[in-house]
């Protein structure tokens, strides 16, 4: 049988549907909203909330995560509310993370210092890049100028800040990447979240590239950026623990390290997902629909879908593999029922390692550095379930 996970520390994820602004990588234009009703949200939320709690109480919470659309535009008030109903609930770690996305806008900005008096004690910053023509390209509506001011109240307000770049840019080259990587190694946080420019289906990217008007990155030259990339982090004290995400020693992301290393974490608000106990949950997506099950039910669910030992064993791999520690094989057995020899294909992993791509140490099983840049080929190889 597979073992509890209820020993283990929670995460919980409070998902803020509405945007301010037309963004290019998703399809939520439709939850552009300039007003809402804020009592009104603050308390389906916090029903929402309840529900999760009742079925995952007396747990300890390890951090809690703001996202979604403009989450950083929440009423403080609501985030206050929140924060002290799951402490009420839970049981906070000392170290607690209460992370909260922010676009760095002076409007946003202007809220920081609220929004750290209400618990958040970490910002994740959506500066994207440090290059005026760049972040036009990447349909952003901030400045550099904007952004780097909003950084600089950030790291005067909260204890932990990370932001994000996108690099692999077109027409990017080594010199200008090293440059500006350069240039964002110097602010001195302790967590960078450096992605490469993917072109995904159904956004205003893949529309130039199939109109000839965008062409991407050349992979082999994305691959010097990537290793580009760890050189200069690992040398900055920063290095990567997960294949996009660097940080200093204990200034990892306990949010996002829960989800890879596949721990239960409640979802709440519209769309949010979650684990609870082999379960997968989903909330209803549309601001109204979700409004609408909370008001009818006391909660946002739109399913739970329990999921077979192998779904649950294949689940943890994939987003275990993507952090330099590996995953521990033993673990998984445990949580999922699936025995270890069944999780993998050996004879792909003793290949893999003898090309120093794969490494084992005891039971945890880890990709190398060289291996990052292959991973989306590595993975269909190693993992059997």
């Avoid at 306990?254 to 239960?264: S, V």
């Avoid at 445990?334 to 792909?348: L, N, Q, T």
Wanted: with cysteine.
């Amino acid at each position: 049988m597979p073992a509890s996970p209820s020993a283990e520390p929670l995460a919980l994820y409070v998902h803020w549907p509405f945007c301010v602004s037309k963004c290019p990588y998703c399809d939520f234009n439709s939850h552009v909203r300039s007003d809402i009703d804020v009592a009104a949200w603050r308390d389906a939320l916090l029903k929402d909330l309840a529900h999760e709690a009742a079925l995952n109480g007396g747990r300890r919470l390890s951090s809690i995560f703001f996202g979604g659309g403009t989450p950083s535009l929440m009423p403080p008030a609501i985030v206050q509310a929140l924060i002290d109903a799951a402490a009420n609930y839970w049981s906070p770690t000392e170290d607690i993370e209460i992370t909260l996305e922010a676009n760095p806008s002076s409007v946003e900005a202007a809220r920081f210092a609220d929004l750290a008096a209400a618990g958040v004690n970490r910002v994740s910053l959506g500066l994207q890049a440090l290059e005026d023509e760049a972040l036009h390209f990447l349909g952003r509506a901030h400045d550099v100028r904007e952004g780097l001011a909003a950084l600089d109240i950030a790291q005067s307000v909260f204890a932990r800040v990370n932001f994000d770049l996108i690099y692999a840019r077109p027409v990017q080259n080594e010199a200008d990447w090293e440059a500006e990587l350069g240039h964002a190694l110097s602010f001195g946080t302790d967590h960078l979240s450096l992605y490469q420019l993917t072109i995904e289906p159904g956004t205003r990217f893949a529309t130039l590239v199939a109109q000839g008007k965008l062409t991407p990155a050349d992979p082999d030259h994305a691959a010097t950026l990537y290793e580009q990339t760890q050189a200069m982090t690992a040398a900055a004290g920063i290095p990567a623990y997960e294949i996009s995400n660097h940080a200093r020693p204990g200034q990892q992301s306990r949010h996002n390290l829960a989800y890879w290393r596949y721990g239960d974490y409640a979802g709440i608000g519209p769309g949010a997902h979650g684990r609870r106990g082999g379960l997968a949950t989903l909330r209803h997506r549309k601001p109204e629909n979700w409004m609408g099950a909370v008001a009818r039910n006391g909660h946002g669910l739109q399913s739970e879908e329990a999921l077979d030992p192998a779904d649950r064993a294949r689940e943890a791999l994939l987003m275990g593999l993507r952090l330099a520690e590996g995953v521990d094989l033993g673990r998984i057995a445990r949580m999922s029922g699936v025995p270890a020899a069944s999780m993998i294909d050996e004879d792909a992993v003793a290949r893999l390692s003898r090309l120093g791509l794969i490494g084992w140490q005891g039971q945890r099983l880890h990709v190398e550095p060289a291996g990052m840049l292959l991973l989306d080929a590595i993975l269909p190889e190693v993992v059997a379930v």
